[in-house]
């Protein structure tokens, strides 16, 4: 047995390609590692999304060389992948800039891989696969079945067409392509066979997925998440990213309509300013949110929401940065992320004039995750004294503990049997520690 050690960094997609790749390594004799000491393969598959994201991976390729040197002073060899988003973006530069690498396989070649593999074993040939190939990814790809937990992931849908002009993910993953509906399914049914109670659908754009039956037949995402709610074993459903421009009629609907989807919602605004989400290119303008917000919560009254926010875009006043601090007033989130706004080479605002101070930037991001912190203790709190049903997913830290999650997805920790895993049973909520609840099996 080879040893396969792969360091997954940025969104959950990533988390899913990773699992993918080791399930098509594993006929070639590769196992999964914990390190990288002494590995046979390593992978970084890396992020793109923000400058530090990126830059990351070049001090991580620093510490992989001395494991390399180590291994062939022992007679070994170690093979060094980059993948995901810096692959595709930086390309031939990594070999340039980090000789350590034998090859850079950007997001949509990786069915590519034990092909590479077997050409740099002959140390000949190309090593870099960055295009964006017509052959469709996910008909080469092993149907997902390593790292199936209580909670798996299911990637639908893949790429973007929204070119908000802060992003590198157009660039990076390509158009958008929704995986056919028959193919997902299949997999749903594999992943609750292997023991999945919760799906977390993913897309970069999830909810634009559109698909197309073996009929020629359209498949609207709400369509797709009633059928994967027919799956019996499968209790819960979850979905992320969205854009606010796809929240679609049927969509709410689902809300309300089926209840196996849980009553949580990332849906990202990034700014509460209209200036600065044209300036973002983003098609709504904040009070579109808003409306949006309230409509969502007529169909699913308990529904609980989480965002990303940017701060410090190009141009955003003191005004814009207000505006943004009020939609946040006015929603209320439950959990959100929020940036500095980070200049991405080849994305258009990157040229923009008026690029923002580095110290208003931290100040502005400052205020801002004060008030979304004060709003997600607030959420937390509200659940204390109440009757939640929770999913279990895991044993806890502690012995006899296990954690599981409210609909919310908050964790929760509580004393009981590790066969609880797998299974939805009703806890009350008594306490709040740092990061998580505590409860008691009622
Ligand atoms: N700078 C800062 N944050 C960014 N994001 C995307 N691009 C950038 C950027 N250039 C944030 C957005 C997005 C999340 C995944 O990352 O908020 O929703
Ligand atoms: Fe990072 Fe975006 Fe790529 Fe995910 S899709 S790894 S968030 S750049």
Request: proline share 5%.
């Given at each position: 047995m080879k040893k396969l050690f792969i360091k997954t960094y940025g969104c959950q997609m990533n988390a899913y390609d990773s699992a993918r790749m080791a399930d098509l390594l594993a006929p070639l004799g590769y196992a999964g590692a914990e390190t990288p000491e002494d590995a046979d393969m390593v992978i970084?598959?890396?992020?793109?999304?923000r400058e530090k994201a990126a830059e990351k991976v070049y001090s991580e390729l620093g510490r992989i060389r001395a494991l390399k040197d180590d291994k062939s002073r022992a007679g070994g060899r170690m093979l060094v992948a980059v993948a995901g988003c810096t692959a595709q973006a930086e390309g031939e530069e990594i070999l340039a800039r980090a000789p350590v690498v034998d090859m850079v396989v950007g997001p949509?070649?990786?069915?590519?891989l034990p092909e590479m593999i077997a050409r740099i074993a002959r140390g000949a040939g190309e090593r870099v696969e960055a295009d964006f190939p017509a052959l469709e990814k996910f008909d080469v790809l092993p149907q997902a079945v390593s790292d199936t937990g209580v909670s798996a992931f299911l990637t639908v849908q893949e790429g973007c067409d929204?070119?908000?002009?802060?992003?590198v993910v157009p660039y990076t993953r390509g158009p958008e392509h929704s995986r056919a509906p028959e193919q997902i399914l299949a997999e749903a049914r594999a992943l609750a066979a292997r023991g999945a109670r919760e799906l977390v659908l993913l897309g970069?754009?999830?909810?634009?997925y559109r698909g197309t039956d073996a009929h020629g037949k359209g498949w609207s995402f709400a369509r797709l998440i009633a059928a994967i709610a027919d799956i019996d074993e499968i209790l819960r459903i979850r979905y992320t990213?969205?854009?606010?421009?796809?929240?679609d009629d049927d969509l709410i609907a689902a809300h309300g309509d089926i209840e196996k989807l849980m009553p949580f919602l990332h849906l990202p605004v990034q700014s509460g300013s209209d200036s600065v989400l044209a300036a973002m290119n983003r098609q709504h303008s904040a009070d579109d949110y808003r409306r949006l917000i309230t409509r969502i919560r007529a169909a699913r009254p308990d529904i609980a929401f989480s965002s990303d926010f940017i701060v410090g875009f190009p141009g955003e006043s003191d005004a814009d940065f207000e505006a943004t601090l009020q939609l946040v007033r006015d929603v209320r989130f439950a959990q959100c992320f929020s940036f500095k706004y980070s200049a991405r080479p080849?994305?258009?605002?990157?040229?923009?004039?008026k690029q923002i101070a580095e110290n208003v930037k931290s100040a502005r991001l400052d205020v801002l995750q004060k008030l979304l912190l004060s709003q997600q203790d607030d959420a937390n709190r509200a659940l204390i004294g109440t009757t939640q049903n929770i999913l279990f997913e895991k044993t806890g830290r502690g012995p006899g503990q296990v954690v599981g999650r409210t609909p919310h997805l908050n964790p929760v920790h509580v004393e009981g049997p590790a066969s609880l895993i797998g299974r939805v049973r009703p806890v009350m909520i008594e306490a709040l520690t740092a990061n998580s609840l505590k409860g008691r099996l009622v």
């Open positions: 970084l598959n890396t992020c793109h999304i949509q070649s990786y069915h590519r929204k070119f908000c002009t802060f992003c970069q754009n999830v909810n634009a990213t969205s854009h606010p421009r796809d929240m080849g994305t258009p605002a990157t040229a923009a004039k």
